[in-house]
């Protein structure tokens, strides 16, 4: 992540966001309902779970800034452990239909791009050092939106092209 560490301000950043999430649903646009569930997009996960990824970790910053945003300590988990996270969200979204995934796909992308949006330049330079995992604030924004699109987004992109 370190290539991605600058800072533009709040303009730039929605600019990244949209161009990030633009490029993915082009990619996705070129997979059909059967290749979304096959292994390997990214590790053994398929593209469903790789959406439903996204979805959740989106849910979490969300869920963070607006505890944040309402002077409330977010519910971070004490142990960070991503693996284990992420393992979590496998298990939640696995067995869900590709049609529900891909709903929650798009509608927490919106409320993600919606935060971002509502957040003020003073909000986006705010360090929550004590309880946000990815302080300054807008660090856990791009952490969890177009960073993490472009990321998935070339393994996906790489699968594709083997």
């Known amino acids: 992540m370190s290539n991605h560490i600058e800072y533009d301000g709040k303009n730039k950043l929605l600019v990244q966001i949209r161009a990030e999430r633009?490029?993915?649903?082009?990619?996705?646009?070129?997979?059909?309902?059967?290749?979304?569930?096959?292994?390997?997009?990214?590790?053994?996960?398929?593209?469903?779970?790789?959406?439903?990824?996204?979805?959740?970790?989106?849910?979490?910053?969300?869920?963070?800034?607006?505890?944040?945003?309402?002077?409330?300590a977010p519910d971070v988990p004490l142990l960070w452990d991503v693996e284990r996270m992420n393992a979590e969200t496998h298990a939640q979204f696995k067995d869900k239909p590709l049609a529900e995934v891909l709903d929650e796909f798009h509608q927490s992308y919106r409320d993600s791009l919606a935060l971002a949006e509502s957040l003020s330049e003073e909000q986006l330079?705010?360090?929550?050092?004590?309880?946000?995992?990815?302080?300054?604030?807008?660090?856990?924004?791009?952490?969890?939106?177009?960073?993490?699109?472009?990321?998935?987004?070339?393994?996906?992109?790489?699968?594709?092209?083997?």
């Open 22 to 72: 633009d490029l993915l649903e082009e990619t996705l646009a070129r997979l059909t309902p059967d290749q979304m569930l096959q292994p390997g997009a990214s590790g053994g996960w398929t593209v469903k779970d790789v959406l439903g990824h996204i979805s959740a970790w989106e849910r979490r910053m969300i869920h963070w800034t607006s505890s944040h945003l309402r002077g409330e």
């Open 125 to 162: 330079q705010t360090k929550y050092t004590d309880t946000w995992p990815m302080a300054p604030l807008w660090l856990g924004v791009a952490a969890n939106t177009n960073w993490h699109y472009n990321e998935h987004r070339e393994t996906m992109e790489a699968w594709l092209n083997k």
